[in-house]
């Protein structure tokens, strides 16, 4: 089998832990609002396109929610895909299964309270956590029947170096993200990206059976769009440069900022067809563009503040994160014209494994 | 499928998490004597009862460890199993398959922790978390073939009602324990036990596949065997007098400790070959009892105080918890007689599932 390499992880982002002010927990209703808008669609694809005559192995029926962070958006999830994943084996007239549910993510993401929060009403399913990276093997092969992801995959497995590196010509001086940045650093941002999801593909397609259906909602920009004209990329460049003001101030470091760098890349559709295309184990089966509603400064300060601070805390330490949110929802508040100006949008995807998982150990082990 | 009733357990006495001074993590050397002793038992089982040719589904090999704790038991466990079953699928000339592995405890327990010091070293299987109570349903039908226990069912899944009913024969004053209490308290332990066990039996039996094992290390008592005579009793009673003795002191109030008994029973071979036959799904293929090395005070009662301490701080508050254990250690260097008159043993199990699952879907759900 193959070796497993999670500890070759860069696994400085988890979201912000327990349920306090800041926590994601409390801090994830822009989160939320991409799964909801997603669970018609997911409900379609069950009903169109999962073939249960044809899955292998479906008792018990294998779910995974990949960056699944401490609830309870998770649990929304999950539970949607049961509820249709048990209406198509009635409606076919097959005894349903039952249900394993994995949840996924970081192994510093806060399991504790994942664990302490499910659901009071008696769960239909058999739980379990699954520390570790998703650009790593997580399972075993072909046992998986649906993986969902949401609000995940944008996020890098690490920080391109080049960006980092004083010599490189991405050196990403006096900014945090790609936005607003020399082509340099978006070349190095996109290259990560095409490494990573090149990864995970290879890695899902081990897992999951024939016939499995793979759902990605993610934070991403329609075809042709400039990262300028993307929020989630707007959004990223505006934390900057509150870090550049305080550097300026002297509260913080200057180099400390140039060292540092977010690992979200909010990639397009096209990109992601390409990579599909060429990992040749599933079929893209839909595509959506979903736009967010409106949301305030205040709460989309929140929401970044809650998958931001332990990786900014880290980095820069603690005492500086009040002041740097206060600074940012200010900025947010005083540029309408940010949050109206560009898109902001959510991608989903429907993917098919289609093949055999033979021909895998040749080509992919 | 079965309904999972979780949240009706009592989930009052999890470890203590972390990996401080009194953790768990670097408490539980006690506990481990007892795995490197059964290790041998172990592989032995795994060579001449496990057969491989007539286990169904075995790849991937799914393992679980019930009531893991934090570690690092319960990885040095789960190596020695994977090695031993490695080596027989090697001995048979049949490729070896991927090994799943599940840890499970309450969900209280300190999954960050575990999660946190997976070994450093590759590990050769794919790890999950499974919170919640082992004298529930945790797991899909016929999904796991070996099943290991180590120090943990000796905790019952409540403290029997009876024993803090202030109108019943069994109320246990001024005791934490059944160790010299009247025999009414004993039965009710007793009862509990007994329901207990079945119930996990239930549980298993539904889990396990044909052919599958089970290993249960516990804290135990020879047969024929009294309370008084045993040393993880004695240790019990002890530390009751602890409380008893703060409480004469005006430092705790006394009806506090008769409202606190602590839910474990040391179940000797008799009751568990007892209760195995009755639920008719397992052949017990291995006793043994097996005695511990001498241990002096202070390691003692530093094992008790992590296994103990989160559920009589959730009782008398943090405040007493020192003191109490300090009163601990010293009646325990003061007692060497307790320390060496009795017996300080351990029991090992070894069953395997037989029969079909298809009958239990008319005797057992």
Known sequence: MEVLKTSQISEAFPMNGGDGRYSYANNSI????????????????????????????TNPFKIVDLGCSVGPNTFIAVQSIIKAVDLKFKSQAISVPEFHVFF?????????????????????????????????RLFPLAS?????????????SKVPIEVVDIHSPAWNKGRIHYTNAPIEVKEAYSAQFVK?????????AQEIVCGGLMVILVLGVPNGTR?????PCLLQDLLGSCLMDMAKMGIIDEAKVDEF???????????????????????????????????????LSNTIRAVMEPGIRKHFGSEIIDELFDRYTNKLVDSPSILKSGTNTSLFFLLKRNGMHQSLSVTDH
């Not at 996924?104 to 520390?131: C, I, Q």
């Open 30 to 57: 822009f989160q939320r609002s991409g799964i909801e808008s997603s669970k018609a669609i997911i409900e379609e694809a069950i009903v169109e396109k999962l073939d249960i005559e044809k899955l292998p192995n």
């Open 104 to 136: 996924n993510d970081h192994k510093t993401n806060d399991f504790n309270t994942l664990f302490g929060s499910f659901p009071a009403e008696r769960r239909r399913y058999f739980a379990a956590g699954v520390p570790g990276s998703f650009y790593t």
């Open 144 to 156: 998986l029947h649906f993986v969902h992801s949401s609000t995940a995959l944008h996020w890098l």
């Open 196 to 204: 990573d999801m090149e990864t995970f593909l290879r890695a899902r």
């Open 227 to 231: 990262p300028t004209q993307s929020i």
């Open 261 to 299: 760098n977010s690992p979200m890349y909010f990639m397009s559709p096209q990109e992601v067809e390409a990579l599909v295309e060429r990992n040749r184990c599933f079929s893209i089966e839909r595509v959506e563009v979903m736009r967010h509603p409106d949301c305030d400064a205040q709460l």
